[in-house]
């Protein structure tokens, strides 16, 4: 991995706040520490951080419960010196309880999510310029705000990520710099810088969590029990959704997932959208990747390596479908008012509800139909 020999120096203390897992943070955090009297006690039990410890608790909830990953917004305001410390101590704290979790998933997934987050701000922050020099050996930015980041840098970061625009042969590279280039609203060039970091962010914050992880004592694995139970009980009740819905038969499905489904298997192209959806869908009833490449097998520009990684890619990345009206606005919804009585009723916005309501009619079904005894020969 081409990281820099030397990493920048970053004294601005908004910024180490913003992003409390870049290496030049480390340092600040300890000073603010030793400053502000909060030793592990404190952290942990102490009435000075209890604010820090809600805002943590919220950090890790959103890494399982939203898609959308960590919520950018901090609780307190980080030009005051308590905003900031707010800030960093939430994050050291909510760290300090997925190692206490000792489940590499969930370290992953939190690191994933707070690296969302910090792709988010850094796509409006000016303070890209030294948090990319700090993550890459190779990067530019000319007078226009178009970036180039050399070539290996770029092979290594892109392979994580799927779309065209990442693909080598689709770049223009030269003299082993690859441009960046600007695509106005859909994609700019430092929103690609963004993308390109969050991937190795995501990786420093995961091995910074597995290395608390590993240093973990029989002391601190106790006392951090309570927040650790929080955690893993919100991620058993989000697979217990997934396993509820795990054998969904095809009888069961949406108008929506059984016209995606049928219009491919006709040799009928569907639009990215409804893609993503049919493979979120698919793995979100337990269909098995193999399963949901097939459904793609008609389909007019299918390649059996380009959809098996992009399938992989949603099972990996634990990709949810989108909601009706989602689906409504890009033509994926299967049914116009009347044609469907699950899909007419007000509550219905969301295709995983409608294959729950069918399971839980036909069970409802199943426990009042009494088995009939039929006449046994000579009865009257
Ligand atoms: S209303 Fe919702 S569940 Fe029904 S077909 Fe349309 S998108 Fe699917």
């Known amino acids: 991995m081409p990281k820099p020999l030397a990493i920048p120096d970053l004294a601005d203390e908004v910024t180490l706040a913003r992003y409390p897992f870049l290496p030049q943070a480390k340092s600040w955090i300890a000073s603010m520490a030793a400053k502000h009297d909060v030793d592990i006690d404190e952290l942990l039990d102490g009435s000075m951080m209890d604010r820090a410890r809600i805002r943590a608790r919220s950090r890790l909830i959103d890494s399982v419960d939203s898609k959308d990953g960590v919520e950018v917004a901090s609780i307190g305001d980080i030009h005051t010196e308590e905003g900031r410390l707010l800030e960093a101590f939430s994050f050291y704290y909510a760290r300090l309880v997925v190692g206490a979790s000792e489940d590499e998933r969930l370290i992953s997934r939190w690191a994933q999510a707070e690296a969302e987050r910090a792709q988010r701000i850094l796509e409006k922050d000016s303070a890209i310029r030294i948090i990319a020099n700090t993550y890459l050996s190779e990067i530019e930015c000319d007078e226009k705000g178009i970036w180039k980041i050399g070539l290996s840098d770029f092979i290594e970061l892109c392979t994580g990520i799927t779309g065209s625009r990442w693909r080598l042969p689709n770049c223009e590279i030269k003299n ?27 990786e420093d914050i995961k091995l910074d969590a597995l290395e608390k992880m590993s240093k973990m004592d029989e002391g601190l694995l106790i006392r951090l029990s309570e927040p650790v139970g929080m955690i893993r009980g919100l991620v058993a009740s989000k697979t217990a959704e997934t396993i509820a819905l795990i054998g969904a038969g095809e009888e069961d499905w949406p108008p929506c997932m059984r016209k995606a489904v049928a219009e491919l298997s006709q040799g009928v192209n569907l639009n990215h959208f409804g893609r993503v959806f049919l493979g979120s869908m698919s793995r979100c009833i337990g269909l098995p990747p193999e399963t949901t490449v097939d459904f793609f097998r008609n389909a007019p520009d299918f390649s059996e390596s380009t959809t098996t990684y992009q399938v992989n890619h949603l099972y990996e990345r634990e990709y949810t479908p989108s909601g009706c009206s989602k689906l409504k606005v890009n033509h994926n919804c299967a049914v116009q008012t009347g044609d469907d009585k699950l899909c007419d009723q007000p509550w219905m916005d969301h295709p995983l509800k409608y294959i729950r309501a069918k399971q839980r009619r036909r069970k409802r079904q199943e426990s009042l139909e009494v088995p009939v005894e039929q006449p ?5």
């Open 176 to 202: 082993g710099w690859v441009t960046l280039h600007d695509e106005g609203d859909r994609y700019s060039s430092r929103a690609k810088v963004a993308r390109l970091l969050r991937e190795r962010m995501k």
């Open 376 to 380: 046994k020969p000579g009865d009257g």
